[in-house]
């Protein structure tokens, strides 16, 4: 839920729970976006908190749009520090990709390619190893979102390592996608342009390792889709290119096929890092994230045999074109249950609009 400048938090909030009111099928939570932190939104914060939204996204990137300068971010965190709630950060410098993306588009520098070789691996790590910073010098936990540069992982791996309650996800498309699909001909490049970018193949093995130790907590999707209409609008300039891929209908099957069956992660840990951990981290456990008396009947059946080709063709994502067309993968979810009742059957919805409710989250300390 965005706040956009002048606004309150309170009438971000209203704004986007009228969007999912009468639209959501499952149980639903919002991560509150702060592009504006005065005295009065940080009482909002607290307010918010008690009414469920218990998570603030902040930026290190988009200058003059939803960047927050250092004072605004260590102030926020401190709050937090006192009213449970948790920052998830964007962490990238964007002050430093501002000037390298003006030099690009200067040098007639204008392919999708560029978008990513704007915004190098170092920017992340710098940006990373800030949040931490800040975090550390607030004393709060801090949650890295999609993560994608190894450089950024050695800063939450130290940070970790010291005993400091730093949390980070990474996305199935920083572990199965690579700056190559950048070089793909013509307009497809944009088809991969998400901020962070996907990087060199090469940082997929170490994403996996951090999986595996936890040194990263979640996979995520980052699910932000564009359809190619408006991928277009950056046609000649790839600045103006729309960040964002699909990716949460194939997160499932992806990982399952590419981390338990690949042998980078046990089937314990593939339920750990999509359900468990989250849920843990973001205050809606024991509600979700288990299966256990009294606790959401919220369960996906999975079959762990049954093949599938990913493809635009198939897939029920509101997006004409698919990051992983053409792979193959053994793994699909076959049923799924909300609150107990059967909303996916055989893979097909058989769920009702509106019938998800508003999750109210706990604070952290509870």
């Known amino acids: 839920a965005i706040q956009y400048k002048g606004q309150t938090l309170h009438h971000a909030w209203e704004t986007w729970m009228k969007k ?22 940080e009482i909002e914060m607290d307010s918010l908190v008690k009414q469920g939204v218990t998570s603030f996204k ?30 998830c950060m964007h962490a990238e410098n964007g002050g430093v990709i501002d000037v390298l993306v003006k030099e690009a588009l200067a040098n007639g520098q204008t392919a999708p390619k560029y978008h990513a070789l704007t915004r190098p691996a170092r920017a992340e790590g710098e940006a990373t190893h800030r949040a931490i910073a800040l975090a550390e010098i ?21 940070a970790r390592d010291r005993g400091l309650p730093a949390f980070a996800e990474t996305c199935p498309q920083y572990l199965f996608l690579s700056y190559d699909n ?4 013509g307009f497809e490049g944009s088809k991969y342009v998400m901020s962070p970018p996907l990087r060199h193949k090469t940082t997929q093995d170490r994403l996996w ?22 991928k277009h609008l950056g046609d000649g300039d790839f600045s103006k290119i ?26 314990n840990r593939f339920v750990e890092l999509t359900s468990t951990s989250p849920a843990k981290i973001f205050g809606m456990f024991p509600k979700k994230g288990t299966i256990a ?14 093949k599938t080709t990913l493809s635009a063709k198939t897939h029920h994502m509101k997006v004409d074109y698919n990051p992983y067309e053409g792979r193959q993968v053994t793994g699909v979810t076959e049923t799924v249950l909300s609150r107990g009742k059967v909303i996916i059957e055989g893979g097909k919805f058989t769920g009702k609009a509106g019938s998800g409710s508003f999750l109210k989250r706990s604070p952290r300390f509870m």
Do not use: W
Not at 61 to 81: E, K, N, Q, W
Not at 182 to 185: I, K, L, N, R, V
């Open 58 to 87: 902040l930026f290190m990137a988009y200058p003059g749009v939803f960047m927050l300068d250092d004072g605004s971010i260590f102030r926020a965190m401190r709050r937090t520090g006192k009213n449970g709630g948790t920052i």
């Open 138 to 158: 607030a004393d709060v936990p801090v949650y890295i979102v999609h993560l994608s540069a190894s450089d950024a992982l050695e800063m939450v791996t130290e």
């Open 242 to 267: 729309p960040n964002g891929a699909p990716g949460v209908e194939t997160r499932m099957s992806l990982v399952y096929d590419g981390g338990v069956r690949a042998g980078k992660i046990t089937m």
């Open 209 to 230: 390792r951090g999986l595996a130790f936890n040194d990263l907590q979640a996979i995520a999707t980052d699910h932000c889709p564009f359809c190619m209409k408006e």
């Open 20 to 41: 999912a009111e009468s639209k959501a099928a499952i149980d639903y939570g919002f991560h509150m976006i702060i592009t504006e932190l005065t005295d009065q939104v």
């Open 182 to 185: 950048y070089e793909e001909p």
């Open 293 to 306: 008396p009294g606790s959401d009947a919220d369960i996906v059946i999975f079959d762990p045999e049954k």
